[in-house]
DNA sequence: ATGAACCTTCCAGCAACGGGAAGGTCAAGC
DNA sequence: GCTTGACCTTCCCGTTGCTGGAAGGTTCAT
């Protein structure tokens, strides 16, 4: 199947297929005579892994181990569990800091009356240093 | 005031301060005769708006945009309310886009074991399209 | 006068692609 | 057989918001 046939099969646009294989987080294909690119359901299974742990958040880097993994018998649990475990720590700490940024706008929003006038206390927060 | 005394009372790596003033962020500062970039308090006080407005999560866009009307007598404060509240709505939607990551990322953790057996109910998920 | 600690410019690169140019290929329809 | 249009190929540049480094000039204290 041609990269537009794997890009639909795995989710992935064609164009980060490519780039994928460039950096070589996928391997490169079979190609044709043609020099198109031949993918086959191994490849579209990979790429659909891939395009599942990125939807996760996971980087490409961390995707990179993931497949290393998820491709070695001898493996442990416990190592994926792991990479699982500060994903989600990684995402709890952004999690939180936009909330805080949330709290320091809203507040900053509810203070201003919204008019046309000029006077707005969300550039006099900014202007001074005004928290929380 | 040098480059590097202006990035202590600004908050903003000397580096930064470079760069703005290269995208045309922040006006260039008055140059000493040996060439060093000389601030004033004025300059320092931008410097420090744009700091704090960058911490906030506005984009470099939307900093041009508040710097503008920080500097416009004219200006509407809604205007200004209109882009806070534009922005809080961005975070509201990364808060819950991140949620929802850690809900999937959670329910594949707990249900892996962990140990140092093979059998990986992550990886089963990332391969085969579990969801939630 | 020499050394450290600044400063200057420019160039390169990070993540993770996306856009678009210039050109080759394939399948269908006439 | 020939055209047309949809696909494919490689290549290189642009994005966002910086950060690091190289090569060189300045300032200041010793």
Redesign the pocket.
Known sequence: M????A?KASGL????I???EDIGLVPPPAR??????DYGTRDVHLLRFVARA?GLGF???ECRQLLALWQDQDRAAGDVKRLTQERIALIDDKIAQLQGLRASLDHLARSCHGGNRPDCPILEGLAHGEKS
Chains 1, 2 share one sequence.
Do not use: C, L
Not at 13 to 16: E, G, L, S, V
Not at 32 to 37: A, E, L, P, T, Y
């Open positions: 041609n990269i537009g046939q890009a646009p064609a164009k980060t490519r780039y994928y044709r005579d043609s020099g198109f690119r990125r980087t490409v880097e």
